[in-house]
């Protein structure tokens, strides 16, 4: 999984709580990015990373911020969670931008009750 | 903005046949990715195609790109249990198909 570890795997939360998904690299990639999974969506970016403290939005941003203090961890936090963003979430990494393809981490599978 | 179509969504095939999964997307794009996700599994690289007519071919599958008709092709000879799974094309890497769950018949 070129070195990607996503923390937690599962988890289960209730509406409007805070919710922080943590993405941590080994491979020094420059590149970060969060996706989240739907049925009948395919995937979708919510934030991508091009270097410490360097963010942008994604397609589906609303709801999300995120956070990249150092090289390594690439964090995605819901401020207050909801239904709607019960989802698969998965982190990937890249080492040149769109010349090479995205490596993925294991995805994490977030439920809102 | 760029959107990005698949089709089909679904295929059921036999094994031993031939097939071609097809990626339009809306706005130039010199740049194409094709990616396989196992149920419940994570995604995995399978090509890059970062030119107009390059082609990528690993064993069963071969990838094409034509920058000026906006389409990537996926085609698969003589299917085999093995590539059952759901494919992405990806455009500019940001931007997913919404994938073609394939499905290899026995």
């Known amino acids: 999984d070129a070195g990607i570890t996503q923390s937690p795997r599962h988890k289960v939360t209730e509406t409007g709580t805070p919710v922080t998904l943590r993405c941590h690299q080994t491979?020094?990639?420059?590149?970060m990015y969060w996706y989240r999974q739907d049925p009948g969506h395919g995937l979708r970016l919510i934030h991508y990373?091009?270097?410490?403290?360097?963010?942008d939005k994604g397609e589906v941003s609303d709801g999300y911020s995120v956070s990249r203090s150092k090289t390594e961890d690439f964090l995605l936090t819901l401020e207050s969670a909801t239904s709607s963003q019960t989802s698969v979430y998965f982190c990937?990494?890249?080492?040149?931008?769109?010349?090479?393809?995205?490596?993925f981490g294991n995805g994490t599978r977030l439920t809102v009750t | 903005e760029l959107k990005v179509e698949q089709n089909p969504l679904f295929l059921s095939m036999q094994e031993g046949k031939n097939y071609t999964i097809y990626c339009n997307y809306s706005t130039t794009s010199d740049r194409l990715y094709w990616y396989r996700q196992d149920p419940g599994k994570s995604l995995e690289s399978l090509f890059v195609?970062?030119?107009?007519?390059a082609v990528k071919q690993e064993g069963r599958l071969m990838a094409s790109l034509d920058t000026k008709a906006r389409l990537s092709t996926l085609h698969i000879t003589a299917a085999v249990h093995d590539l059952s799974a759901t494919y992405f094309c990806?455009?500019?890497?940001?931007?997913f198909g919404k994938g073609t769950k394939l499905t290899v018949n026995p």
């Open positions: 990806a455009a500019e890497k940001l931007v």
């Open positions: 195609l970062l030119s107009n007519g």
């Open positions: 990937a990494i890249s080492e040149f931008g769109l010349e090479s393809p995205l490596h």
């Open positions: 491979e020094n990639h420059r590149y």
């Open positions: 990373s091009y270097g410490v403290k360097d963010t």
